[in-house]
C-alpha cells in the first residue's frame, strides 16, 4: 500500500514536470537569425565589384569597393564620392571603407586624424 501510494505520488509529480509548450520549439535569443545572411552579403558585395572579406581586429566580414574617383586629386572630402580625402597625398581613397589610422581632410580641408577598427 505504502509503495503504490509513493509510485502515485512519483507520477504525480514527474507529470508536473511536462511542458505545455505543444510542437513550438524553445526560443533560444535567435529568433530573426539567418543563418545565409553571410553568404548573400558576399554575393551582394561581388555583385557589385567588392571584395567580401574579414576586417578589423574582430575580424568583421566587411565589404571593400574601389571608389570611382579612388586616386583622384581632392582638398576636401566632398571631392571624394566616398567623403574620403587622405591628406598625405591629396587623393580620394582608393578603398572604401579604410581601417586603421588615417590622416584625412574633412569637408572643408581641415586636416584631421581617424581610426577605424
Known amino acids: 500500500m505504502r509503495l503504490s501510494v509513493f509510485l ?3 507520477a ?3 507529470a ?5 509548450q505543444g510542437d513550438t520549439a524553445p526560443d533560444y535569443g535567435l529568433a530573426g537569425y539567418d543563418p545565409g545572411a553571410v553568404e548573400a552579403q558576399r554575393r551582394a558585395c561581388e555583385a557589385k565589384g567588392g571584395e567580401f572579406r ?5 575580424g568583421l566580414m566587411t565589404c571593400f569597393t574601389t571608389p570611382p574617383d579612388a586616386g583622384k586629386s ?9 567623403n574620403t580625402c587622405l591628406a598625405r ?12 589610422c588615417n590622416d584625412l581632410l574633412d ?6 586624424t581617424l581610426c577605424v577598427d
Do not use: H, N, Y
Open 8 to 10: 502515485m505520488a512519483g
Open 12 to 14: 504525480l509529480l514527474l
Open 16 to 20: 508536473g514536470c511536462q511542458s505545455d
Open 54 to 58: 574579414a576586417a578589423g581586429m574582430v
Open 74 to 82: 581632392c582638398r576636401k572630402s566632398s571631392d571624394c564620392s566616398s
Open 89 to 100: 597625398s591629396g587623393t580620394c581613397a582608393p578603398i572604401s571603407p579604410l581601417f586603421g
Open 107 to 112: 569637408a572643408e580641408g581641415r586636416r584631421g
